[in-house]
């Protein structure tokens, strides 16, 4: 009787090892690959389904790296506190030291501008901020309060903050409204800097001022003095203009009706309804 062949039962497909790095790796099962498919493709549904959402997690995210970086004080930037900046105040052969939005600044090689009795001497040893847009000198006015400064105003303290770090020496930062302990900006600097970025130039004022009050022909001879005068039957006028933050100033501008107001003056000596004045 011949025997028939052993049929042995087939074994199940083992995967190749994986070489990594010189170790033998196991792959990962096909099996066990499923469920994280699945559960990136739910992910992606949910994304697609909720958009709003997804644009949120992303602000969110954005948010957080941008305050790890605030976090993160430069190396070699000294905290002073009010006291330690008063000390700098030039006094027994001190280095003079001011503060404006929170920076403080070497500025002992301008003593002749800021020393003792100095035009700006009252700036040294404190954060006088609210007095570099008001000028007001006085202890009252030199101080780091910015509540109810105007945009454009906002606009100027950034603008002389860039100045003091392009002409002066940079020295450190102060704590309080601007920055905290560990010299992390505050909120409320946050909050000047963006408002200060929506500000409009002093350019741009004056040409929207100028668009809304178009400014009279002027003439002047030695022999006539000076005239101004509107074309097209407008009426001259003597505007009293000032722009946030700068000084009052006035000009010769044209208006179409006939009328006055402490803004818009009749010049003297000239009826309200001319068309060109002496001045």
Same mark, same amino acid.
């Given at each position: !009787?011949?025997?028939?062949?052993?049929?042995?039962?087939?074994?199940?497909? %083992?995967?190749?090892?994986?070489?990594?790095? @010189?170790?033998?790796? $196991? $792959?990962?099962?096909?099996?066990?690959?499923?469920?994280?498919? %699945?559960?990136?493709?739910?992910?992606?549904?949910?994304?697609?389904?909720?958009?709003? !959402?997804?644009?949120?997690?992303?602000?969110?995210?954005?948010?957080?790296?941008?305050?790890?970086?605030?976090?993160?004080? $430069?190396?070699?930037?000294? !905290?002073?506190?009010?006291?330690?900046?008063?000390?700098?105040?030039?006094?027994?052969?001190?280095?003079?030291?001011?503060?404006?939005?929170?920076? &403080?600044?070497?500025?002992?090689?301008?003593?002749?501008?800021?020393?003792?009795?100095?035009?700006? #001497? #009252?700036?040294?040893?404190?954060?006088?901020?609210?007095?570099?847009?008001? @000028?007001?000198?006085? $202890?009252?006015?030199?101080?780091?309060?910015?509540?109810?400064?105007?945009?454009? %105003?906002?606009?100027?303290?950034?603008?002389?903050?860039?100045?003091?770090?392009? %002409?002066?020496?940079?020295?450190?930062?102060?704590?309080?409204?601007?920055?905290?302990?560990?010299?992390?900006?505050?909120?409320?600097?946050?909050?000047?800097?963006?408002?200060?970025?929506?500000?409009?130039?002093?350019?741009?004022?004056?040409?929207?001022?100028?668009?809304?009050?178009?400014?009279?022909?002027?003439?002047?001879?030695?022999?006539?003095? @000076?005239?101004?005068?509107?074309?097209?039957?407008?009426?001259?006028?003597? &505007?009293?203009?000032?722009?946030?933050?700068?000084?009052?100033?006035?000009?010769?501008?044209?208006?179409?009706?006939?009328?006055?107001?402490?803004?818009?003056?009749?010049?003297?000596?000239?009826?309200?309804?001319?068309?060109?004045?002496?001045?």
């Amino acid at each position: !009787m011949e025997s028939k062949p052993t049929q042995r039962k087939a074994e199940p497909h %083992q995967p190749t090892p994986v070489e990594k790095d @010189g170790d033998t790796q $196991p $792959p990962v099962p096909e099996g066990a690959r499923a469920p994280r498919q %699945q559960l990136h493709r739910k992910i992606a549904a949910w994304f697609r389904k909720h958009p709003g !959402m997804a644009l949120a997690i992303l602000v969110f995210a954005t948010y957080v790296l941008i305050l790890r970086n605030y976090s993160k004080l $430069p190396s070699g930037v000294v !905290m002073f506190n009010k006291d330690t900046l008063a000390a700098y105040n030039g006094k027994k052969n001190s280095p003079l030291y001011l503060a404006i939005l929170g920076e &403080v600044f070497d500025v002992t090689k301008g003593r002749r501008l800021y020393g003792e009795e100095k035009g700006y #001497g #009252g700036f040294v040893g404190r954060d006088g901020t609210r007095a570099f847009v008001t @000028g007001d000198f006085t $202890p009252r006015g030199l101080i780091d309060d910015v509540e109810g400064l105007s945009p454009e %105003q906002l606009k100027s303290l950034i603008e002389w903050r860039a100045f003091y770090h392009k %002409q002066y020496t940079f020295k450190g930062r102060l704590v309080g409204p601007f920055y905290d302990g560990a010299g992390r900006p505050t909120r409320l600097l946050r909050r000047v800097e963006e408002d200060a970025a929506k500000a409009k130039s002093e350019e741009e004022l004056q040409r929207e001022a100028e668009a809304k009050w178009p400014s009279c022909n002027v003439r002047w001879t030695e022999s006539e003095g @000076g005239t101004v005068w509107c074309d097209g039957g407008a009426y001259p006028r003597k &505007v009293f203009l000032q722009l946030p933050g700068g000084k009052p100033t006035t000009k010769c501008a044209c208006f179409a009706e006939l009328g006055w107001s402490d803004i818009r003056q009749v010049y003297p000596d000239c009826a309200p309804d001319a068309t060109s004045c002496k001045v």
